[in-house]
């Protein structure tokens, strides 16, 4: 209810990223991401940068399958890069 694919988000969806990882959970912030970033938007950029980083450190495999599933195309490559010495 919060990500309305026809307006703007009910809630800003950094604060929310900030107390899933301050809670330590990874894995349902992944989830939450995943639906949220879904439409791949420009805009959304430094989120999708930051899911693929946390998981990066935390979930390898996960991140593995979004890149390697092309879900995203705005993140920030050169910073994943560092967290992923076999990124392409």
Do not use: W
Not at 51 to 64: H, R, W
Request: aromatic share 8%; net charge negative; with cysteine.
């Amino acid at each position: 209810m919060l990500l309305s694919d026809d307006a703007e988000p009910l809630a800003n969806i950094n604060q929310i990223v900030d107390i899933f990882i301050e809670q330590s959970m990874v894995q349902q912030c992944t989830k939450f991401l995943l639906e949220a970033l879904k439409h791949n938007r420009e805009a959304e950029g430094p989120l999708q940068t930051r899911l693929l980083e946390m998981n990066l450190i935390s979930a390898p495999q996960v991140a593995d399958a979004i890149l390697g599933n092309q879900m995203f195309t705005h993140y920030d490559r050169a910073h994943v890069a560092v967290y992923d010495p076999f990124y392409n």
